[in-house]
T-cell receptor, first 115, second 112 residues
């Protein structure tokens, strides 16, 4: 089956620094990847849709200059949280669509803690 | 974006019992999906529904796409301890492209 891998699984960073999260499709090429944020005991909220070779489409209320998304290849999308603050601490999850399957597959998530 | 109304928020049941949860919306969806998420992991797709009225099973799980296209339910029969987790419904509207809207989740606890 299709595998989507995120790295790192967890990260702790200091307030004001930037952190990059990678999302890779390991055994398929994904033209579209999605980035979600999930706060404790809450649902997944879509942040942005990332298309290979073009600018990401951000959901309303998501700051594109704070959450930089790059989808430079068919197997890799990155999310960079710039100038992180404690309120950015959350579980970030990506999903990638395999053209052979109707639905996207999710990565295992990245736990970000900003101290 | 708009969220789906999922209920119940949590369930505490005994092993062997059946479980039912549902999602409703004021909008029409053309796809309903049910996911399970375990602590510290991403969601895993359980069942996908694409037609109004469709009833689909996956082992002990059964889900239905409501005839009005505004709701869906998930049943788990003869629950076992490994069914513990958070179950999310998700829907896709015709006007939203490939984007999904998620319900608030149902936390299931199964006592042995």
């Amino acid at each position: 089956g299709a595998v989507v891998s995120q790295h790192p699984s967890w990260v702790i960073c200091k307030s004001g620094t930037s952190v990059k999260i990678e999302c890779r499709s390991l055994d398929f090429q994904a033209t579209t990847m999605f980035w979600y944020r999930q706060f404790p005991k809450q649902s997944l909220m879509l942040m942005a849709t990332s298309n290979e070779g073009s600018k990401a489409t951000y959901e309303q209320g998501v700051e594109k200059d704070k959450f930089l998304i790059n989808h430079a290849s068919l197997t890799l999308s990155t999310l960079t949280v710039t100038s992180a603050h404690p309120e950015d601490s959350s579980f970030y999850i990506c999903s990638a669509r395999d053209p052979q399957h109707t639905e996207a597959f999710f990565g295992q998530g990245t736990r970000l803690t900003v101290v | 974006g708009q969220q789906l109304n999922q209920s119940p928020q949590s369930m505490f049941i005994q092993e062997g019992e059946d479980v039912s949860m549902n999602c409703t919306s004021s909008s029409i969806f053309n796809t309903w999906l049910w996911y399970k998420q375990e602590p510290g992991e991403g969601p895993v797709l359980l069942i996908a529904l694409y037609k109004a009225g469709e009833l689909t099973s996956n082992g002990r799980l059964t889900a239905q796409f409501g005839i009005t296209r505004k709701d869906s339910f998930l049943n788990i029969s003869a629950s076992i301890p490994s069914d513990v987790g958070i179950y999310f419904c998700a829907g896709r509207r015709e006007t939203s492209g490939s984007r999904l809207t998620f319900g608030e989740g149902t936390q299931l606890t199964v006592n042995p």
